[in-house]
């Protein structure tokens, strides 16, 4: 409202309107054959020209600002206003049009252009070219780079067949990964789906799927985003508002909040993509993904994995050196997918002395470069294309290389030039830096506080100056310089509207960023979170990363510590744990710092739980982290104020070692004891017994964990902040299974499993029923009841896809296989189980002894004797090193097996079935025992041989039962 006040009353200035006169001449236009005629007579006009008349005269009476007219003409190339003033001059003059008293083009003062007459259109609707495409990047430059774009090129195609690929082209900066992209989108026709997103440094840790919104984005900007709008509605709501800027990324269509896991997000985009896909091919561009997070990468896992048919090709742009300074997490991914054909690695390399000829020849429209030119160019950039570019733009600003009557010569000697060139990319920037004028600096020194992209409002907010002032200098910029480009605008929720602009290349960035003093730099993080605190105050929830970013480098610690919290919530609330987990350790670090009070102890124990869920969604409950957080957690706690807080990370803790297969949960076990007696609560003591009854069961002390019966149906109501884990009424019936399965009381085993079975699947915590598939895989597996494990095992794979748990999906995979290697007797029973259990990681289980076990069955079937022996031996010494014993028997059974099978002396193999029936009868586990017997009777009577006996017992047929 102030602006408008400050107008002149009439805005219209000379030369805005047409004076009364003559009639103007008539005009008619073919777009097809871009052809002009004034009064019938052809005109000729150069191919700009003829844009810019297009684009005006399509367009009577509307004012084209300069801006718009750049776009539509020249794209992003790099020209002045100087080259349009020029084409409006070429113009005027073919229509006999006067500036001062113009009839057919008018100046609008500082702003733009009007076309005034009328044209008659030959050959072509109005309204045709009125929908008339935006001209965009024109195709780049692309020399030396032959092989890698006829690789990409071979991708689109065999991608538009329905075999979707993944293109990872790596490089260092200045390689031209960009180029080569662009050359490829530009290639493309409008019958392709394209969006291009780029990771940002600053966010990329906390916005988990930010390229991927920016690409979401470039599909709603383009010819197809009516289908592609409606797709992403329909399937991927989710992903259609957060593209868009709207408030709550997992907010439904009627507004209430989705929960879901990270999964369950992944799966909807995929869907909305691959139907996106059946309707037009569909090119993701991602760049700088080195930045990406781990979401972003799971989510190409997802696109690039997918099982049907889909028109998809992903060209993903990263640098190896920054790629593994985040954990090498695309690498991670290229070792996954090394031997899948849908991936396709190309890794750029410097160009040649020959290419460096090839891009100067180019350079110059054909014309040959001076003897030695390129040879020395070659050996100061060392076949760097972006900083050959930058040299050779340095050279011709400087006025030495020189081009007129169609060669190209040199101004000064080689000598001159080597003397004079800087020695690196970074050098040739800090250079051309140092040639900005001080007002220029200091704004584009902002702009690189603010970020590689950034808008006009945080640059002014750091500088204290007009906006418009801001966006005036950054459009100077753009057109004399290389170092920013505009990519957008957007009105901020406090109702102001500011452009978006992106520095060219990271290299320029860093250079400026480097110019700027520590204590401005200080200075001015803190003005632009202030100012994006302030114009975001509604919807602040979509910058929270931004605003962590900038309070922590101005060491504004309380709000660093707001906003890190905040974003984590942000992150935990988007399913990304492993964003969620950096974040909280950030805020965690400041907290170290500050004051160690009450209220900072309460926050950061609160920190730290969340931390261990993060940790749990990503490594599962083993994790050595995980029991690192819990022990720090434990210590905040002190003597008072957090008792109930404390049992319960001690419980947690328990269950941890006990995942982990850690003998220290016993002593944990003592220590939550003498906790419960402290609270004085039934419920504490009940949870103490019940975990004292699973531990003795993890030992294999099953008489001693007959305790845990009378908790099966007990009604035993156990409040919820006391421990973590699976309800009581489920975990508890599902390790009583597990013993009853030892002691031989299979009846009972499988009827407490369907009742943990039952009562999980009407929770909303879907972590019950994970559990209780695992216990139900288990009995399953011993009963060798194959129709049910494989029905428990394609629910646990629906859990483990929708929501984690991937350490109990994983051993419900691992007892399926087992059974099917048992029963199938194919060849490769060993190397196909050994790969299951590579992939799930489950050696430090309490299941440990029963892998070994389960590998040295499948060894003996094949009668590799080495494997199998060696299994053995590693499941022993797993005995002695941590807490399972369960499967001490059934190891020393099968090492008797082994035995006899490989031809050694039936003394050996009968101590190895003695030994293990002392250990089974020691136990009280008679299903144990009652196997070892029937083998020990087996061995006295000789009623089989050796051939016929272990390997021929093993054979079980489909459906069959045992024990």
Not at 357 to 386: M, W, Y
Not at 431 to 442: I, P, S, Y
Not at 773 to 797: F, K, M, P
Request: aromatic share 6%; hydrophobic share 45%; with cysteine.
């Amino acid at each position: 409202m102030s602006d408008s006040r400050k107008r002149p009353r009439n805005p219209v200035r000379p030369g805005d309107l047409p004076v009364s006169g003559e009639e103007p001449c008539r005009l008619r236009i073919d777009p097809t054959a871009q052809l002009l005629w004034r009064d019938g007579v052809e005109v000729p006009l150069r191919p700009r020209t003829w844009e810019v008349l297009l684009h005006l005269a399509v367009r009577p009476g509307v004012l084209v600002t300069k801006r718009q007219l750049l776009d539509a003409v020249w794209g992003d190339a790099m020209v002045t206003e100087a080259t349009l003033s020029q084409s409006i001059r070429e113009l005027r003059k073919a229509l006999g049009d006067d500036a001062r008293n113009p009839k057919l083009i008018a100046t609008v003062y500082r702003r733009g252009f009007r076309f005034l007459g009328a044209v008659d259109v030959v050959g072509a609707a109005e309204e045709a070219l009125l929908d008339q495409p935006r001209r965009g990047a024109s195709a780049p430059l692309v020399v030396g780079r032959d092989d890698a774009l006829r690789s990409l090129r071979h991708a689109f195609s065999t991608a538009c067949g329905g075999a979707r690929r993944l293109v990872l082209v790596s490089g260092e900066p200045g390689m031209g990964k960009t180029t080569l992209a662009t050359a490829l989108v530009a290639s493309l026709g409008s019958d392709v789906a394209v969006g291009r997103g780029e990771a940002m440094p600053e966010i990329g840790d906390v916005e988990p799927f930010f390229s991927i919104l920016e690409a979401i984005r470039g599909l709603l900007r383009g010819p197809h985003r009516g289908v592609a709008t409606g797709l992403l509605r329909e399937y991927a709501p989710p992903w259609l508002q957060r593209s868009l800027g709207l408030h709550g990324f997992g907010r439904g269509p009627g507004g209430h909040e989705e929960r879901g896991s990270s999964t369950q997000m992944l799966l909807k985009l995929l869907r909305a993509i691959e139907v996106l896909a059946r309707e037009v091919p569909v090119v993701l561009v991602l760049e700088d993904l080195h930045w990406a997070s781990q979401a972003t990468v799971d989510l190409l896992n997802v696109l690039v994995r997918g099982a049907a048919p889909c028109r998809l090709l992903l060209v993903v742009t990263y640098r190896p050196s920054e790629a593994i300074l985040q954990d090498g997490r695309l690498d991670q991914l290229r070792s996954r997918l090394s031997r899948d054909p849908r991936l396709v690695h190309l890794p750029l390399e410097p160009l040649s002395a020959d290419d460096c000829d090839s891009f100067l020849r180019a350079r110059f429209g054909g014309t040959a470069p001076p003897d030695g030119v390129a040879k020395l160019l070659h050996a100061h950039t060392e076949g760097n294309p972006l900083f050959l570019a930058t040299a050779v733009d340095h050279l011709v600003e400087r006025d030495w290389l020189l081009q007129a009557d169609d060669r190209v010569s040199l101004s000064c000697s080689l000598d001159t030039v080597d003397a004079a060139l800087p020695k690196s990319l970074i050098m040739l920037v800090e250079h051309e830096t140092g040639r900005l004028a001080a007002d220029e600096a200091r704004v584009l020194e902002a702009a690189s506080v603010a970020g590689v992209e950034f808008y006009v409002q945080e640059v002014a907010a750091a500088l204290g100056t007009d906006e418009e002032e801001v966006e005036r200098s950054l459009e100077a910029l753009a057109r004399s310089r290389r170092f920013v480009r505009r990519v957008g605008a957007e009105l901020w929720p406090d109702d102001t509207r500011g452009s978006r602009w992106r520095f060219v290349h990271v290299v320029h960035r860093r250079a400026l960023l480097d110019r700027v003093s520590a204590a401005r730099l200080q200075r001015w993080h803190q003005r632009i979170g202030e100012r994006l605190e302030a114009g975001w105050s509604a919807r602040r929830e979509t910058i929270v990363a931004r605003l962590a970013m900038h309070f922590e480098a101005s060491r504004d610690r309380a709000r660093a510590l707001e906003y890190l919290d905040e974003a984590a919530l942000v992150a935990e609330q988007r399913s990304a744990p492993a964003d969620a987990k950096n974040l909280l350790a950030r805020a965690l670090r400041q907290l170290g710092e500050r004051t160690d009070d009450q209220g900072d102890r309460s926050r950061e124990l609160a920190m730290r739980l969340r931390s261990v869920s993060a940790i749990n969604a990503m490594e599962g409950y083993a994790s050595d982290e995980l029991r690192e957080q819990l022990r720090r957690a434990i210590a905040l706690c002190g003597d008072r104020g957090h008792e109930r807080f404390r049992f319960r990370l001690t419980f947690a803790l328990v269950a941890s070692c006990l995942a982990a297969n850690d003998p220290r949960a016993k002593d944990h076990l003592l220590d939550l004891r003498g906790q419960a007696e402290g609270l004085a609560s039934p419920g504490s003591r009940v949870l103490c017994d019940a975990l004292a009854a699973v531990v003795a069961i993890v030992e294999g002390r099953f008489r001693e964990a007959a305790s845990i019966e009378r908790f099966v149906d007990a009604g035993i109501e156990i409040d919820q902040d006391l421990y973590v884990g699976s309800r009581f009424d489920v975990f508890v019936p599902v390790w009583s299974a597990i013993r009853c399965c030892a002691i031989g009381d299979a009846v009972d085993a499988r009827r407490l499993v369907d009742q943990a079975l039952s009562r999980s699947r009407n929770l909303p915590d879907r972590a019950n029923e994970a559990f209780a598939l695992y216990g139900a895989a288990q009995i399953a597996a011993w009963d060798r009841d194959r129709d049910r494990l494989e029905a428990l095992a394609l629910r646990s794979d629906v859990l483990t896809r929708e929501y984690g748990y991937r350490h109990w999906g994983g051993l419900v995979r691992y007892f399926l296989r087992r059974l099917q290697v048992l029963q199938d007797d194919r060849p490769g029973a060993f190397d196909s189980l050994q790969s299951v259990v590579d992939e799930l990681g489950i050696y430090d289980s309490p299941q440990r002894g029963a892998v070994c076990v389960g590998l040295a069955e499948a060894a003996l079937q094949e009668r590799r004797f080495g494997e199998g022996f060696a299994a053995i031996e590693a499941g022993l010494a797993s005995l002695e090193s941590g807490l399972a014993r369960t499967a001490h028997s059934e190891l020393l059974r099968v090492r008797a097996s082994l035995r006899r099978a490989a031809g050694e002396a039936p003394a050996q193999v009968r101590a190895d079935l003695e030994a293990a029936l002392t250990v089974a009868t020691e136990q009280g586990a008679g299903a144990y025992a009652k196997r070892v017997s029937a083998e020990l009777s087996e061995l006295t009577a000789g009623s089989s041989s050796d051939k016929a006996g272990p390997v021929g017992r093993m054979r079980v047929a489909r459906g069959g039962r045992r024990g």
